[in-house]
């Protein structure tokens, strides 16, 4: 399934893509579906068909209660930044007013003249989970969805701390559908990744080449804090980002910045001034 949440006259509302159309599931948005223990079974309801053409996609999950970022987990991207292979996944954190539909404008701060892009799969938890084992951990994954961990780099390299150079306001977007692991080809895919700025192609790799993998990464985080469901895990971007090139290359008001995975769709978003 191709599940979405959007922004309707009466609020967001929870979705399914049908063909052409988004089918109400009765919830106000994805994080109140997978807090369902049967949430699968109640994704298959039936309700108000709403047109694809035009939706306004809201972030997968507008509230989770928490978004938990993987820095270095692509070899190319690891190399690129002149560090050795990590032995355990680096961990940031991210907060729900960073986050955007995957076709809202992304406003570029003023205090910044490095507004860098990372396409990023982005692990969507179904399933309340602690110290999951693998399979506890399988299971716990509702599904991946397409992130842009937008970065301010100038702010993010101010101290040896990642964190204030990625939780900018309104600033990542996400979505526009978690797809179920059923349709993307496991709970570990392999698909491709692509950024594209104004039409040129800026980062493209493949998930299967991940450090960490999703299952992986569900059991090492929930053995420090407890996955929801709702919550968000992205897994790190690959080589490709602009403060990564030479010369260095950053987001400037006017671009138009595509983040895609292949068989999850893409956030398109133009960049505006403050």
Same mark, same amino acid.
């Given at each position: 399934?191709?599940?979405?949440?959007? $922004?309707?006259?009466?609020?967001?509302?929870?979705?399914?893509?049908?063909?052409?159309? @988004?089918?109400?599931?009765?919830?106000?948005?994805? %994080?109140?579906?997978?807090?369902?223990?049967?949430?699968?079974?109640?994704?298959?309801?039936?309700?108000?068909?709403?047109?694809?053409?035009?939706?306004?996609?809201?972030?997968?999950?507008?509230?989770?209660?928490?978004?938990?970022?993987? %820095?270095?987990?692509?070899?190319?991207?690891?190399?690129?930044?002149? $560090?050795? @292979?990590?032995?355990?996944?680096?961990?940031?954190?991210?907060?729900?007013?960073?986050?955007?539909?995957?076709?809202?404008?992304?406003?570029?701060?003023?205090?910044?003249?490095?507004?860098?892009?990372?396409?990023?799969?982005?692990?969507?938890?179904?399933?309340?989970?602690?110290?999951?084992?693998?399979?506890?951990?399988?299971?716990?994954?509702? %599904?991946?969805?397409?992130?842009?961990?937008?970065?301010? $780099?100038?702010?993010?390299?101010?101290?040896?701390?990642?964190?204030?150079?990625?939780?900018?306001?309104?600033?990542?977007?996400?979505?526009?559908?978690?797809?179920?692991?059923?349709?993307?080809?496991?709970?570990?895919?392999?698909?491709?990744?692509?950024?594209?700025?104004?039409?040129?192609?800026?980062?493209?790799?493949?998930?299967?080449?991940?450090?960490?993998?999703?299952?992986?990464? *569900?059991?090492?985080?929930?053995? *420090?804090?407890?996955?929801?469901?709702?919550?968000?895990?992205?897994?790190?971007?690959?080589?490709?980002?602009?403060?990564? $090139?030479?010369?260095?290359?950053?987001?400037?008001?006017?671009?138009?910045?595509?983040?895609?995975?292949?068989?999850?769709?893409?956030?398109?978003?133009?960049?505006?001034?403050?």
């Amino acid at each position: 399934m191709k599940l979405a949440t959007i $922004r309707t006259a009466d609020g967001t509302r929870a979705v399914r893509l049908d063909g052409d159309l @988004l089918v109400d599931l009765g919830y106000a948005d994805l %994080g109140e579906l997978f807090a369902e223990a049967d949430w699968q079974a109640k994704a298959a309801a039936s309700g108000t068909a709403y047109p694809v053409e035009g939706a306004d996609f809201a972030p997968v999950v507008p509230n989770p209660s928490k978004v938990v970022c993987v %820095g270095h987990n692509y070899t190319n991207h690891i190399k690129e930044m002149g $560090r050795e @292979l990590p032995e355990y996944p680096t961990l940031f954190p991210k907060f729900a007013d960073t986050l955007l539909g995957a076709n809202d404008d992304i406003v570029k701060p003023t205090e910044t003249e490095a507004f860098d892009w990372e396409v990023e799969l982005a692990v969507v938890i179904g399933k309340q989970v602690r110290r999951a084992d693998e399979q506890q951990a399988a299971d716990a994954i509702a %599904g991946f969805t397409v992130m842009n961990d937008i970065s301010v $780099r100038d702010w993010q390299f101010r101290t040896i701390e990642w964190t204030q150079g990625k939780i900018w306001e309104a600033s990542t977007p996400v979505g526009p559908y978690v797809v179920t692991p059923d349709e993307a080809g496991g709970v570990r895919p392999a698909l491709e990744v692509r950024t594209v700025v104004d039409g040129q192609v800026m980062q493209q790799d493949d998930t299967g080449t991940l450090l960490f993998d999703p299952v992986f990464l *569900v059991q090492y985080i929930s053995t *420090v804090i407890t996955l929801r469901p709702g919550d968000i895990i992205a897994t790190g971007t690959p080589a490709g980002v602009g403060n990564a $090139r030479d010369p260095k290359v950053f987001l400037l008001p006017g671009n138009t910045v595509v983040t895609e995975i292949s068989g999850l769709g893409a956030c398109t978003n133009k960049v505006v001034e403050a």
